[in-house]
């Protein structure tokens, strides 16, 4: 069953402290991480001196790839709900001595999105707020013309056996995974938003990344 906000809140507190270490536990499994964090970024199309948001930051992983895009004139405001991620955040914004990154500690469904702004991203985070479909519709908002929202997350990958989709949900469950979350499909939503909406599934059908463009 679907984590309610307060139970992802008190689950990620837990996770926050060994949450880099596990992520990269997937290598294991071939399963490249970062590659698809990479390629989200790289779809946003962002350029030196934009504005960027990041729904769900966490501990600030996607960071070194989106400031690699806006550079030291660019701004990146990184939002999560759970205070003990974004204490990372902060770790790791400090050791890098970044100066033009903000962190807000946020629900992402009653976040004021700044207007103006270039790009959105949310990688495997957004299926996990219950009001996700308010999140997408306060982001097109506020993004500029020409904008982009991209969403990289998990989903049931149509032509596996449900056991191996059982065996995809148990390993990434300890970051609140669950099998009804598939019923939840930003991309859909992203089309009542968005003026061109692309989609690219990748590792098996079992990610997607979704592109939204104002």
């Known amino acids: 069953m679907a984590l309610t906000k307060s139970q992802l809140r008190d ?14 536990l997937y290598y294991l499994i ?12 790289s ?44 204490q990372k955040a902060t770790k790791r914004v400090e050791r890098n001595r970044w100066h033009n990154v903000e962190l807000v500690e946020a629900d992402a469904a009653s976040y ?19 009001e996700y479909e308010k999140v997408i519709d306060h982001a097109a908002r506020a993004l500029v013309a020409g ?9 049931k990958p149509d032509q596996w056996p449900l056991w ?13 995974v669950s099998l009804d979350l598939a019923e939840r499909k930003p991309w859909q939503v992203m089309t009542r938003c968005f003026a061109r909406v692309t989609i690219t599934e990748c590792f098996g059908g079992s990610v997607y990344i979704a592109v939204g463009e104002r």
């Open 43 to 86: 779809a946003l199309g962002l350029k030196s001196g934009d504005a960027v948001v990041e729904v769900g930051c966490g501990t600030g992983l996607n960071f070194p790839y989106l400031l690699q895009s806006i550079g030291e004139t660019g701004r990146l405001i990184g939002i999560d709900l759970t205070d003990a991620m974004l």
């Open 112 to 130: 004021l999105f700044p207007a103006g702004i270039q790009g959105v991203l949310s990688t495997f985070a957004l299926t996990l707020v219950p």
């Open 147 to 155: 904008g982009r929202f991209v969403i990289a997350d998990f989903k």
């Open 164 to 176: 191996l989709v059982n065996l995809g949900v148990l390993s990434t469950k300890p970051f609140g």
């Open 11 to 24: 689950l990620y507190r837990k996770r926050a402290a060994h949450y880099d270490f596990c992520a990269n």
């Open 30 to 41: 071939g399963f490249r991480e970062a590659r698809c964090r990479k390629r989200a970024v």
